[in-house]
């Protein structure tokens, strides 16, 4: 009993920080495909995000970046673990 309620207090915990505005200072971060380097960041204003020097607390690839760029209802990403290399 005493640990389903501090799982509960955890919940309520998180959501408060949330809501709190807590994880408005993420930053995210696009790295190429070819060489594994950081091309751009952006950080979350009023709702949009927008380009910034700051270091990216979260990385993601190049080809999802519409996703986070471009305001949508619905968004949804299909894939897979990538192309094997055969030679």
Known sequence: MLA???TRLKGLEDQLLF???EFKSTVIGFVSAE???LTSSYHLVDGKWSP???NPT???PEIVKPV???PK???ILIGGRGRANFS
């Open 58 to 60: 979260a990385y993601f």
């Open 35 to 37: 060489n594994k380097e």
């Open 73 to 75: 209802r619905f968004i």
């Open 4 to 6: 389903s309620k501090l």
């Open 68 to 70: 986070f760029l471009r």
């Open 19 to 21: 809501s709190a505005g």
């Open 52 to 54: 910034t020097v700051k």
